[in-house]
């Protein structure tokens, strides 16, 4: 998912795995959902075959951790790390909520990974 903020292009990426855990000698693979945002800061032509190259730079990464007790939810685990990785990014609020209207307007059935679901640009009132 891409949000531009104060004509700065952000990129939002979703992953998921497992981690293993223990706990008073039990042990299980914790289900994991990982947000990733990264800042584009330059855009290169490759003179091989013209496709346009992002270069971004890591701002913050959020994770949430499913509890060995519940049902894994993608969903879910979308929302909780993408609100970690906002709180560490240090947007303000209406930068968050820019990036949260994106967030519930992404285009359905398109993978949320891909960093060319939804462009928005900068709520009124947003300082540049």
């Given at each position: 998912?891409?949000?531009?903020?104060?004509?700065?292009?952000?990129?939002?990426?979703?992953?998921?795995?497992?981690?293993?855990?223990?706990?008073?000698?039990?042990?299980?693979d914790a289900?994991?959902?990982?947000?990733?945002?990264?800042?584009?800061?330059?855009?290169?032509?490759?003179?091989?075959?013209?496709?346009?190259?992002?270069?971004?730079?890591?701002?913050?990464?959020?994770?949430?951790?499913?509890?060995?007790?519940?049902?894994?939810?993608?969903?879910?685990?979308?929302?909780?790390?993408?609100?970690?990785?906002?709180?560490?990014?240090?947007?303000?609020?209406?930068?968050?909520?820019?990036?949260?209207?994106?967030?519930?307007n992404r285009?359905?059935?398109?993978?949320?990974?891909?960093?060319?679901?939804?462009?928005?640009?900068?709520?009124?009132?947003?300082?540049?």
């Amino acid at each position: 998912m891409k949000v531009t903020i104060n004509n700065i292009a952000y990129v939002f990426r979703w992953d998921y795995g497992e981690k293993p855990r223990e706990h008073a000698g039990e042990t299980w693979d914790a289900r994991m959902s990982y947000c990733d945002v990264t800042k584009i800061i330059n855009t290169v032509i490759q003179s091989s075959d013209g496709k346009k190259v992002e270069i971004e730079d890591v701002v913050a990464f959020g994770n949430a951790e499913c509890s060995r007790h519940d049902n894994f939810c993608k969903e879910t685990g979308r929302k909780v790390s993408l609100a970690n990785a906002l709180k560490k990014a240090g947007f303000t609020q209406p930068e968050r909520k820019l990036v949260w209207d994106a967030y519930f307007n992404r285009a359905p059935g398109k993978d949320p990974r891909s960093s060319k679901n939804v462009e928005t640009t900068k709520p009124q009132g947003v300082n540049a």
